[in-house]
């Protein structure tokens, strides 16, 4: 073989070229297998098919493995092919669903549409099965209309916080055209089918999107930013995060890597955006010097910052409050409002109360269970 040229996919079986597709979703939110986890609309763990139609891409996005003109291994499965491919494994319980992704197949449009036929195909069949596409930048409209008729999800990857970032990562995209308005209209959509009656009782998930972190320089203070400013412009319920790994042959492939700490510390922020009320300005005390967020848990980080807001009396404390203490989630709280008085760490416990997280910041019948100062110390 010639340096530089690619192998040729007719040379591959169906199952090598499953293995390289499952492989080549990397950079879109799920693991290297061909089966991965996500979360329904309801919370819950399902477990998707993951493929890409293609990893031949005419997209030139500097971080990635697929992006035009680099010499790698091609490999392409036919809607009907995926469509089999996901049947066999739904009818094994090995899935109960389907997460589509594709290179660019010449542009968004054409690459939407072998993506609808997919979706199609399995409905036609009389799948019943969980549907998440995930399009491409600049899918025209009525292609996304006709997609909501099938799938239970889709989004556009926003990879970034503004205009100039994705220009220089993703090159062939306009940001505010190609993504911003598409997160628009999968909102608009979105709003739609849950309204429509006779949708077949199809769960019908929120918008979501995806940031590949560490690709760039910019801190998490931004992108913090953004997933706020999206979830209430565009009501994104989950962000994902993909920590950027360098990619031979690619522009950015002398780029350090993107701890994975750092991945995991943004879901974590995510979470207390959506689920627990705050919003970004909250966590502008708990960066360093560069806008990163430290190593720590963020909701640990953001209590120890403000020792003013604490011991909380357990018994009188409001929701938003409750919701401020390490240890205690949404589902905690909310127990906790509804069984007042408690009388006891026992009783806690059984609301779901993390107490080694808790005891510093709460108080139960007017005693503190730990003194916060001595906490603080200890942990310095």
Not at 169 to 186: A, E, H, S
């Amino acid at each position: 073989m010639n340096k530089g040229q690619s192998v040729n996919e007719h040379h591959f079986t169906l199952s090598e070229r499953m293995k390289i597709l499952s492989a080549g979703t990397k950079y879109d939110s799920c693991n290297q297998s061909a089966v991965c986890h996500a979360f329904g609309p309801d919370g819950r763990c399902i477990q998707l098919y993951k493929t890409l139609l293609t990893n031949a891409c005419a997209g030139e996005c500097t971080y990635c493995p697929n992006r035009c003109g680099r010499d790698s291994t091609k490999a392409t499965l036919s809607p009907e092919e995926i469509a089999k491919i996901t049947w066999s494994f739904y009818r094994k319980n090995a899935i109960e669903g389907l997460f589509l992704s594709s290179g660019i197949i010449g542009d968004a449009e054409k690459t939407a549409e072998q993506q609808l036929e997919v979706a199609q195909l399995l409905r036609n069949q009389g799948f019943t099965g969980y549907i998440h596409m995930r399009v491409m930048p600049g899918t025209p409209r009525y292609l996304l209309e006709e997609i909501a008729d099938y799938a239970n999800k889709f989004g556009v990857n926003a990879e970034t916080t503004n205009s100039v970032n994705y220009s220089e990562i993703c090159p062939n995209f306009d940001y505010n055209k190609d993504v911003l308005q598409r997160l628009q209209w999968t909102r608009d959509l979105i709003n739609k089918k849950r309204k429509e009656a006779g949708y077949g009782g199809r769960i019908v998930g929120a918008n979501d999107t995806q940031f590949v972190v560490g690709a760039l320089s910019e801190p998490d203070r931004d992108i913090v930013r953004t997933v706020d400013r999206f979830m209430d412009k565009y009501e994104l319920r989950r962000p994902y995060f993909m920590s950027f790994d360098p990619v031979p042959s690619t522009p950015l492939e002398n780029n350090e890597a993107s701890p994975h700490w750092r991945e995991i510390r943004l879901y974590q922020t995510s979470f207390l955006l959506k689920d627990y009320g705050l919003k970004a300005f909250d966590f502008d005390a708990i960066y360093d010097d560069s806008g990163l967020l430290y190593d720590q848990d963020p909701k640990m980080l953001l209590a120890q910052a403000h020792p003013e807001r604490f011991p909380v009396d357990i018994n009188s404390a409001s929701m938003g409050e409750l919701l401020l203490v390490p240890g205690i989630g949404p589902v905690g709280a909310k127990r906790i409002v509804q069984s007042r008085p408690l009388l006891s760490e026992k009783e806690l416990m059984r609301m779901g109360v993390v107490m080694e997280r808790a005891r510093p910041f709460i108080e139960i019948n007017g005693g503190r269970q730990t003194n916060l100062a001595s906490f603080l110390g200890a942990g310095s």
